[in-house]
């Protein structure tokens, strides 16, 4: 592996892929840098390596990255698996460590394809053991056949949940209950989005056969949910929740959750890339132009980690932003690169009609957000709840920085991926200071925890 | 806005400032230009150290000790110190040599809070120590605090006795007219018979609006702390001929500095870590703990920070102003003086004097003659 690369990818999920193939059949030096060990991403995770069986199982959308993954092993784009990224610079220096060893390397253009992960909603009990992401549920299954052996709850809202469940059933298990954080009003505040999302069809038709196949099978779906939480002493034995005004409780030793996916943005926060709060999507993303360039020269974003726009968009995303690193890199010039990318565009746009369907659809509730329980954990890397956080900011620590400091929040090997977001709803909550103007932790490198013995590794000629 | 005195900096030497003055019966106002500990406040490496301290600094540094003994008295809150002691440990005849000279020299100012230890007595307080370290310098009552929970403890105290602090309020312009300084803040005017400049690695812009420009640089020391560990070791651990600051702090993790620089912006006030000096420091770490070498690092940060050219800060009347006066410039090693500092600059602005020795932190000694 050579120091410096004209391009370097991080993350080989649809956008990684899609730009890798791109750049190298222009002849581009690509390097592609995945922490898992095989391509495809979360969303076609072990795509190589899972049986037919279990393929069928998980769906015809999980195929469609077959063909990805095919091209960009033909490709001459340089892989390299099991690799974590611990920084990321202006600079386009990047620290990553491959098989235990630590080093840096650096790049003309750096694209960031490192997707998102599941919004951390806090609410009191979920840090039980039993208590698990859908999505990792998801990774076990898909990744190793792994199921809950004594049925399970899925709880929360977005497309993954329902997905799962019915991924569930057809592989026989028991699936307890589906409880949504959707209430009526979200229907009714999403319809007008649907002449539009009905372009998106493919979406739509998906959703309605998995809540329909759910039904037949006698699943519990019960929307509107309300108090949900988790209970158990040492680890998850039951949960309960309100449902039109009365309380439920069910017996269950795992509970899956999701809450929608957020943009992972540590890496491009640590390069100094400029973010703005996304109301419609509740989150984050980086500022970037509709070639997904940041406000870094170099820099580009591309696939859910810019903004949550599905595969298939994240696809596109990956080619038009392949483009533009071409113009960057004067390989393309300008018409040459608008031409190439116009048909991405065209399905890309076709693609993202459903989502302002989806974004009113599976709002998560403010209720949910804004003012988890006192008693909910926030960090649980320092165990610290939401009642601590609130007595911070009342003690006049009133930004999230400030209660960082106080409370140790945020400091823990996760880097407050876990918590930023709930602290940032708190803060906003109790202070009055919307989000848009809020500031985030600040990022304190290395992302992914260093050994002392991997960085006394690195730059052997420097001293003191 | 009116009161007795403005101070600007609500950091440490602010609010300690604040907090003596304020105990002295006198209003204090503290601007702020962000948030209280967001630079070297906030961030330092939290050292209550006497160890190894310039001449000038011994007779400041030893009471400063004495009141962080006692904090709890004065703040409230014990800001989570702890008092195992700091070694300087040598590593070979000529680090021995070195440590003994510097033993000597305190030995002859009159102190005794500096000695020598040998291999002994080094391995029973640090068991954990590599075996080829040879002996160590020490001052016993040495540790540290958290410093955020103690710029905290320090706020809360002063505003309990009235002090008033503006946050997010920078500093446009400082003038005097007639017997009142105006302070022209974006949050508007505040008022005062007089000032304080405790501004940090922004005092240098007062001290020049006030006609009496230094030679300030800021400058951006980089800590690590690692995971938690179960607990190992208790003192604070120096060494003779590295640059390092190497302690376990009361949760188990590791905090290591050793004042190497980040790369810093000053104008937007951002850093960027430096991972080559950070290697450096790294491979410190291992050649005294080399069973630390999994261990895994978590973070990394600079605080802004105010050094001056001979590592001396300025603490003093103003030369040129009326009713002006200066703590700033404490070059990374003002946590530990920081109680001490806001008793000197009371006593100088309520009695006109003090009796601690502090003509060596005069702001004059950058003037031309």
Redesign the interface.
């Known amino acids: 592996m050579k120091d410096h690369y004209q391009l370097v990818i991080i993350g080989a999920g649809p956008a990684g892929l899609a730009a890798a193939t791109v750049a190298a059949d222009h002849d581009v030096e690509v390097l592609v840098l995945d922490e898992q060990p095989a391509p495809g991403g979360q969303i076609f995770r072990a795509i190589e390596t899972a049986p037919a069986e279990r393929a069928e199982m998980l769906g015809p959308e999980y195929r469609r990255g077959e063909k990805l993954v095919t091209a960009f092993n033909n490709s001459s784009a340089r892989y390299l698996p099991d690799t974590q990224v611990w920084?990321l610079?202006?600079q386009r220096e990047i620290?990553v460590i491959h098989q235990q060893q630590a080093r840096?390397i650096s790049a003309d253009q750096v694209l960031i394809a490192n997707g998102a992960f599941e919004r951390p909603v806090p609410f009191p009990g979920w840090t039980l053991p039993g208590v698990m992401n859908a999505g990792a549920g998801q990774i076990l299954f898909k990744g190793s056949g792994i199921v809950p052996s004594d049925g399970v709850v899925l709880a929360g809202s977005g497309p993954l949940l329902l997905l799962l469940a019915w991924q569930y059933l057809r592989a026989g298990v028991k699936v307890k209950a589906v409880l949504d954080t959707i209430s009526r009003v979200n229907y009714v505040k999403a319809l007008p989005k649907l002449p539009g999302a009905l372009l998106a069809h493919h979406h739509i038709t998906q959703g309605l056969r998995y809540q329909q196949t759910l039904r037949l099978a006698g699943v519990r779906l019960h929307n509107g949910i309300r108090d949900l939480q988790a209970h158990g002493t040492k680890s998850l034995e039951s949960i309960s929740y309100r449902h039109k005004g009365s309380k439920h409780s069910l017996k269950t030793d795992s509970l899956m959750i999701h809450f929608g996916v957020i943009p992972n943005i540590h890496l491009s926060q640590a390069a100094?890339c400029d973010h703005s709060w996304h109301k419609r999507q509740q989150c984050w993303r980086p500022e970037l132009d509709k070639w997904g360039s940041s406000s870094i020269d170099g820099i580009l974003i591309a696939g859910d980690g810019g903004g949550i726009g599905g595969a298939r968009t994240a696809e596109h995303a990956g080619r038009i932003s392949a483009f533009k690193i071409l113009r960057n890199l004067g390989i393309l010039n300008q018409r040459e690169s608008k031409l190439e990318a116009a048909q991405d565009r065209k399905w890309m746009k076709a693609d993202l009609h459903i989502r302002p369907f989806l974004e009113k659809l599976f709002r998560i509730p403010d209720s949910m957000l804004k003012v988890p329980h006192d008693n909910a954990v926030v960090c649980r890397c320092e165990e610290v709840t939401a009642g601590e956080i609130r007595s911070a900011i009342a003690?006049?620590?009133?930004?999230s920085?400030?209660v960082k400091?106080?409370t140790?929040c945020g400091?823990?090997?996760c880097?407050g991926r876990q918590c930023s977001q709930a602290v940032a709803h708190i803060v906003a909550d109790k202070t009055s200071i919307p989000l848009q103007q809020s500031v985030q932790f600040?990022i304190?490198?290395?992302l992914k925890?260093?050994?002392?013995?991997q960085?006394?590794?690195?730059?052997p000629d420097?001293?003191? | 806005m009116k009161s007795d005195v403005v101070i600007i900096g609500g950091g440490l030497m602010g609010s300690s400032t604040a907090l003596q003055l304020a105990m002295r019966g006198i209003h204090c106002t503290v601007l702020e230009k962000e948030s209280p500990g967001r630079h070297a406040s906030g961030v330092n490496a939290g050292g209550l150290r006497q160890l190894n301290r310039t001449p000038a600094e011994i007779p400041l540094t030893v009471e400063a000790a004495r009141m962080w003994r006692n904090i709890e008295s004065l703040v409230g809150s014990d800001c989570d110190t702890r008092f195992p002691g700091q070694l300087r440990v040598a590593e070979s005849a000529h680090d021995l040599d070195l440590l003994e000279q510097r033993a000597a020299m305190v030995r002859s100012l009159g102190y005794t809070h500096e000695e020598m230890i040998g291999r002994e007595e080094l391995f029973q307080l640090a068991p954990a120590l590599a075996p080829h370290c040879v002996g160590a310098l020490i001052c016993r009552d040495d540790g540290y605090a958290r410093p955020f929970h103690a710029l905290t403890a320090f706020r809360r105290k002063a505003r309990s006795l009235g002090v008033e602090y503006r946050v997010n309020t920078i500093v446009d312009a400082v003038e005097r007219e007639r017997d009142v300084w105006r302070v022209t803040t974006r949050k508007g005017e505040f008022q005062a018979p007089v000032l304080v400049n405790c501004a940090g690695a922004w005092a240098g812009n007062i001290a020049a609006s006030l006609g009496e420009p230094v030679p300030l640089k800021p400058g951006a020391p980089m800590m690590m702390v690692t995971e938690r560990l179960p607990h190992f070791i208790d003192p604070v651990i120096g060494s003779a001929s590295r640059k390092l600051s190497f302690k376990q702090m009361q949760n188990g993790t590791l905090l290591i500095g050793g004042a190497h620089m980040a790369s810093l912006d000053f104008r937007k006030q951002t850093s960027d870590i430096k991972w080559p000096k950070l290697a450096v420091s790294a491979r410190s770490v291992m050649a005294l703990f080399p069973q630390l070498k999994n261990v895994r690092i978590v973070r990394t940060w600079a605080g802004i920070e105010a050094f001056m050219p001979d590592n001396l800060p300025v603490i003093c009347k103003s030369s040129t102003a009326e009713s002006a006066w200066h703590a700033f410039g404490f070059s990374a090693h003002g946590f530990q003086l920081s109680p001490l500092i806001g008793r000197i600059l009371a006593e100088l602005i309520v009695d006109g004097k003090s009796d601690f020795p502090i003509e060596p932190f005069n702001i004059t000694r950058f003037q031309p003659l």
């Open positions: 920084s610079s202006a620290g840096m100094g003690d006049g620590h009133s930004d920085n400030q400091f106080l140790r400091m823990g090997p880097q600040r304190r490198p290395p925890p260093l050994t002392l013995e960085l006394a590794s690195l730059y420097e001293t003191e």
